[in-house]
Every structure is written in C-alpha cells, then in structure tokens.
C-alpha cells in the first residue's frame, strides 16, 4: 500500500512537472534543508532569478524576503545583536518554513500546505490582484503565521530577554529596509503598476501600514504560548488557531475595493502595457 501511494505521488509530480516546467527547477532549488543564513540568501536568488524568468508572482514575495534577509544578515559582523548564533538560526528556521510551503505547494506531496500559503500561491498562479497584494499575502503568512512556529522551534529560552531584544532589533532593520524593499519589487515586477497603487488607497504605504511590528510582536506572544503549552493536544489546538488567523488576514488582503470588475479591467490592460514595454526598458538598461 505504501509503495502504491509512493507511486502516485511520483507520478503526480511528473505530471506537474510537465504541466509546468519550473517546478522541477524549483523543486530541485528548495529541495535541501537550508544549514545557514548564506543558503537561505543563495536559494532566494536562485528562485526569485527563475520567478522572473516565468513571470512567476511567487516571486514578489520571494524578492522581498530576499532583501530582508541580506539586510539582517548584513548586521551579523557588528554588535547589533545579544545572540547572534540564535539570531542567525532563527533566520535559518523561519527560511525552512518558507522553503517547506513553496516545495509542498509544487510538488504535491500530500503534505497540507499552511492556509495562508496557499492563498498567497493561489491567487500567484491565477495571477491575480495587485502587485502589492501579492506582497502583503506573502507577508502575512511568513508573519502571521510562519514566525510563531520559527521561534517556538528556535526556543526563546533561556534568556528571554535578550532573545526578546533581537526579536525587536529585527523590526529596526525591517524599517529601514522598507523603502528599498518597495522599490525593488516595483522595478522588478510592477513599472506601471506602482504609479496604479498609489492611487487606489495608498496600497504600497500600507506595506508600512501593515503593523508589521504588530504581527510581529503577536508572533513572540504566540511562540510564548506555544511554549506553555502542557501537551500536544494543546500545541494542536494553537497551531490550528495560528493557520485559521493568517488565513482570515490572506482573505482580507484580497477582500479590496480594486476587485471591482472594472478596476480589475484596467490593470489587466496595464499589465499588459509592462509586458510590452518591459524589453525595451531591458533594452534600454542594456545600453
């Protein structure tokens, strides 16, 4: 029974495979358990590199992350932070997750992928929503719900308090690292579009907006009680409780006014302006 059910799934991932020809790129990418911050860093590139070759909206997220990473990692050479070694394993742990979700997601393996991944890869695939909607989604489920889970696995203890003091130093280099974060991820995936989002509610504000120290902060709250938990029943019951949170926050990022029918027009049209000009624009870089 077990080599039967080994079969199917072979056979499933070959399907997909040939149905899309980056999963098994991305497959082979992600496939090894990440051991430091510098493979979580070259994975990164590697896969955001294939998202832009594939027009992949995965890879809005995966840019960002991508320069997040880079920028704490940037501050291990000084004394910013108590623990660096925790620091640097908490990165390497909260990395894994991310990786864990993509592999699952494409490869099929059975496994149930965290809900708010799978609207955020979802809405990716239908290529859907605006480019800064496809940030916050991924945002959301590597916060809202990722996060917790890194810490609890890391263990915030012993010294708490200094594990704590990271913690927040990590929101610092979050802040400062926005306005980067939000350009790069224009340039690479939205031109046009991002003159778009500035005028329909200030969406890539709301990248700052987002209270991203906020979730961040609820993320320590929950790995604390993740940690207090007496047994495994009630481990279960507050992961459920995290999956189904991150999962109302992805259906609220979605659930905006620009999925009028007639806004949702416009920017595919605009899409479609980016997609046109965008060899020029390389053309034009190149010389």
């Known amino acids: 029974m077990a080599a039967l059910e080994k ?13 899309n020809p980056m999963a098994a790129e991305t497959a082979n990418i992600f496939q090894e358990e990440f051991r430091s911050v510098d493979d979580v860093i070259t994975k990164l590139e590697q896969f955001e590199r294939i998202c832009l070759e594939h027009d992949d909206l995965r890879g ?15 501050h291990f050479s000084d004394d910013t932070f108590h623990d660096k070694n925790w620091t640097q394993a908490y990165l390497v742990r909260f990395g894994n997750l991310y990786r864990e979700a993509v592999l699952i ?3 099929s393996n ?26 916050l989604l991924g945002i959301n489920a590597h916060i809202n719900h990722d996060l917790a889970v890194a810490l609890y696995d890391v263990k915030i203890d012993p010294e708490r308090a200094d594990k704590y003091a990271d913690h927040c130093m990590i929101n610092n280099i979050l802040e400062d690292s926005t306005n980067a974060l939000k350009i790069d991820v224009s340039q690479k995936y939205a031109p046009i579009l991002k003159r778009l989002d500035r005028k329909t509610g200030y969406i890539s504000d709301d990248i700052t907006n987002f209270s991203i120290p906020k979730a961040r ?5 929950f790995a604390i009680a993740l940690t207090r938990a007496a047994n495994q029943t009630e481990q279960n019951i507050l992961r459920k409780a995290l999956d189904d949170q991150a999962a109302v926050l992805a259906r609220l990022i979605m659930a905006s006014p620009t999925q009028h029918p007639r806004f949702t027009r416009t920017v595919s049209f605009l899409k479609r302006l980016d997609r046109i000009f965008d060899p020029l624009r390389r053309f034009l870089g190149r010389r």
């Open 7 to 19: 079969s199917k799934l072979v056979a499933r991932r070959r399907q997909n495979e040939e149905i």
């Open 60 to 74: 809005v997220f995966a840019t960002a992350y991508l320069l997040i990473t880079k920028s704490i990692s940037s």
């Open 105 to 107: 997601d494409e490869t």
């Open 110 to 135: 059975g496994n149930p992928v965290p809900k708010s991944w799978h609207i955020s890869f979802d809405t990716a695939r239908k290529k859907e929503a605006l480019i800064t909607q496809h940030l």
């Open 217 to 221: 902060e609820h993320a320590w709250s």
